[in-house]
């Protein structure tokens, strides 16, 4: 088994996340460890641990007698049930509260067990990385942990659980992040000591593309403690790169009415780049044509045939050399300018 460099390019607390300090707007202390020897691609990381975030849900009662297709707040035993495009999610103090026809309010802690669980699972993705890529590909993780005085969350496109958005995490965020950073994960937890109220978490995890509603210049996942397993993040991690490469590399896909037969693709791969799930579909890929693709395996295909030559893969517009997005100038303007500071 290939071996991870030790502590390449990864950057840690040095009081660890014992303190729940770690990446806040004080300046954390950070110490880097360079590889002996250093793998071909760098990509930042940034994983945004979201100790405790309070909202309240307004809306209509459920049309369904069917509880699956209603949006909910609640205990096990005691739960409010809304209509799912009913439902805003507003301030604990916000006057609408009273006048609604219905509302519920929540508070999603994330515990030290659960942080230091969190952290365990993106290292293990930045390991994962690592040796599946050939040892080419090396993930700088940022960890941080936030508290932002209100969660921005919305229904799940296409479900009835949260999604919390990502301009929840802009303010304590942005000033945490820079143009490097190339992928974004905001973590949530699934406990409430204080009353036990809990919103519906399922799907417990969803990435956004840019213009759907990024991070810091980046795509961006949100994930719930329950999705921290390794194959929904290196799922989740292939799609923001997917996104990396359509919308900030603007790799133009040569197949736009559908891929050719197995073993029919262009002879260089890094033409296109696959989504994860189209491990079947993929021409040069060994599991075209199979029933059941084997994640690990077709991940590790993408990270070697697809990953582009240097400089690599680019995961944040305000370093694409362009002027895209909100941008006034090339990397410049907008969210660009709010980056580190």
Known sequence: MMR?????????????????????????????????????FTHRLDVFLVTSVKSCALGRACASSDPNNCFYVGTSSNRTYFEPSSVEFVAPDDPRIDRAPRSACFELDL???????????????????????????????????????????????????????????????????????????GVTGESNGSTGALPKINPCAGTNWQAQGGLGGAAYTWTSHSCL????????????????????????NPYPNGYPGCGQGAADPKRWFPRPS????????????????????????????????????????????????????????????????
């Not at 729940?20 to 202390?29: A, I």
């Not at 050939?134 to 700088?140: P, S, V």
């Open 111 to 185: 515990d030290q067990s659960a942080s230091d669980a969190a952290k365990r699972s993106f290292e293990e993705l930045r390991t994962s990385v690592y040796q599946l890529s050939g040892g080419a590909i090396d993930l700088e993780l940022r960890l941080h942990a936030v508290a932002p005085a209100q969660g921005d969350f919305k229904v799940f496109e296409g479900g009835t659980g949260i999604f919390l958005q990502p301009g929840t995490l802009e303010a304590d965020g942005l000033p945490l992040m820079s143009p490097d950073s190339d992928f974004t994960f």
């Open 4 to 40: 991870l460099p030790l502590r390449s390019r990864a950057w840690l607390c040095a009081a660890s996340l014992v303190a729940l300090g770690c990446g806040s707007t004080s300046g954390p202390v950070l110490e880097s460890i360079e590889p002996a020897q250093p793998p071909e």
């Open 278 to 341: 189209e491990c079947a579909v993929d021409p040069d890929a060994p599991s075209c044509g199979t029933a059941n693709c084997e994640g690990e395996g077709f991940a590790a295909h993408v990270l070697t045939s697809h990953w582009p030559g240097p400089p690599g893969l680019i995961g944040n517009h305000c370093r694409n050399g362009r002027a895209d997005y909100d941008e006034t100038g090339a990397d410049s303007g907008g969210v660009c300018d709010e980056l580190g500071r």
């Open 229 to 252: 397993s390794l194959s929904d993040l290196r799922w989740h991690f292939l799609y923001q790169a997917y996104f990396a490469m359509r919308d900030v590399v603007g790799l133009e």
